[in-house]
């Protein structure tokens, strides 16, 4: 997670495309286990606002933290790291 001036950036995975103009992201992330000691990945789901509908299933994109567009959307859409090939 990184920060363009306050607001966050996260990179991710679109688990779904089914909603008018929204996404939704997998971000995973790692975090050491307290008593043994291993690291664990633990992952977060997001929705975003991709107002294109640029976006597939299995793309790896960036989103940046944003006002609230909808009850659960508070990100957008940056750019597309990565296209699935079809």
């Known amino acids: ?25 997998s ?3 790692t975090v050491k286990h307290r008593l043994y000691k291993k690291y664990i990945r633990r992952t977060s789901k997001f ?3 991709d ?7 299995g793309d790896r994109v960036r989103i940046i933290e944003s006002r609230p567009l909808s ?8 750019d597309v790291l990565k296209t699935v090939a079809k």
């Open 51 to 57: 107002p294109e509908n640029i976006c597939q299933i």
């Open 1 to 25: 997670m990184t920060t363009e001036g306050k607001r966050k950036t996260l990179i991710g995975t679109v688990l779904s495309n089914k909603m008018d103009k929204t996404i939704v992201v």
């Open 71 to 78: 009850r659960r959307k508070r990100w957008q859409l940056v």
């Open 47 to 49: 929705q975003a606002h």
């Open 27 to 29: 971000v995973e992330r």
